[in-house]
């Protein structure tokens, strides 16, 4: 596998990236990065692709170039709605340039996703027929990559949350080997990853491992109603399932906080003393 960039995976946390990494390697996929395809033929069954100096043979060939907005032949100059290289300009109400009419999905550029196409499609109707105006237009957009094991993200990466918030993020990672579900399963490889605010603020969520794309779903709605990561520890979890692990790193990042600071230290003399008795 040929890669123009340093690594797999640039929109997720480099920690993901090195993961699956490391897991394509282990099943004898290699990787060769900060190439670029030069020239490719076939001689008989095979496939040669020369990128930069190495010379890959294989059987099939599989080419990711990437998608944009297709919006040829609609002929929007005559409708009057403005468009550019980067697809239909809409407000965060997803309205064209023509108050009459409303744009949704791939369209419109920005993230290219399904689940984002039939959220705001759904929105569009909304802010079109009914009073009022909701937003659709999101920086929060969450993803899955579905591989094996899956790459799920939602929020802020570490870097991005740095750069507004500075010195008050932090972070915290459960492995998945301490997950029952993921032992019985024998899907131990992966783990969950929190963003988030000392005062217990979600700014952000990964997670690499079997169902990836299902355990994110909490950690989403935590986001999108502004629940604290104490609100996910207080809740209770089916056992055994990999959405318990959401808990067990809620209840970690919890215990943690509570155990810090003026008031940590409170609660440690008290339990000093306690004992002493």
Not at 106 to 111: E, H, L, Q, T
């Amino acid at each position: 596998m040929t890669v123009s960039r340093d690594r797999i995976l640039p929109r997720d946390e480099p920690i993901a990236s090195t993961t699956l990494a490391q897991v394509f390697e282990s099943e004898s996929i290699n990787l060769h990065y900060n190439v670029r395809a030069e020239s490719v033929w076939q001689e008989g069954d095979e496939v040669h692709l020369m990128a930069g100096e190495n010379e890959l043979v294989g059987d099939s060939l599989l080419i990711a170039t990437g998608r944009r907005p297709n919006v040829e032949g609609l002929e929007l100059e005559k409708a009057g709605v403005a468009y550019s290289a980067k697809g239909i300009q809409v407000n965060d109400n997803l309205r064209t340039s023509q108050r009459h009419i409303y744009a949704a999905g791939d369209c419109i550029g920005s993230y290219q996703f399904t689940h984002y196409a039939g959220w705001q499609g759904f929105m569009a109707v909304r802010n079109a027929l009914f009073p009022g105006a909701s937003k659709a237009v999101t920086n929060f957009v969450p993803w899955t990559t579905f591989t094996d094991p899956e790459v799920a993200h939602v929020g802020f990466t570490e870097d991005q949350a740095r750069k507004i918030y500075d010195d008050s993020v932090m972070t915290r990672v459960w492995s998945m080997d301490k997950v029952d579900r993921a032992k019985t399963d024998n899907s131990v490889v992966g783990f969950i990853r929190l963003v988030y605010r000392k005062n217990g603020t979600l700014l952000g969520a990964t997670i690499v491992s079997k169902r990836a794309g299902e355990a994110i779903q909490e950690w989403i709605l935590a986001l999108d109603y502004g629940l604290t990561i104490n609100d996910v520890a207080n809740s209770i979890h089916v056992y055994p399932t990999y959405s318990t692990a959401n808990m067990q790193l809620a209840a970690e990042v919890s215990a943690s906080r509570l155990l810090s600071g003026v008031y940590g230290r409170i609660i440690r003399g008290t339990m000093r003393l306690m004992l002493s008795l």
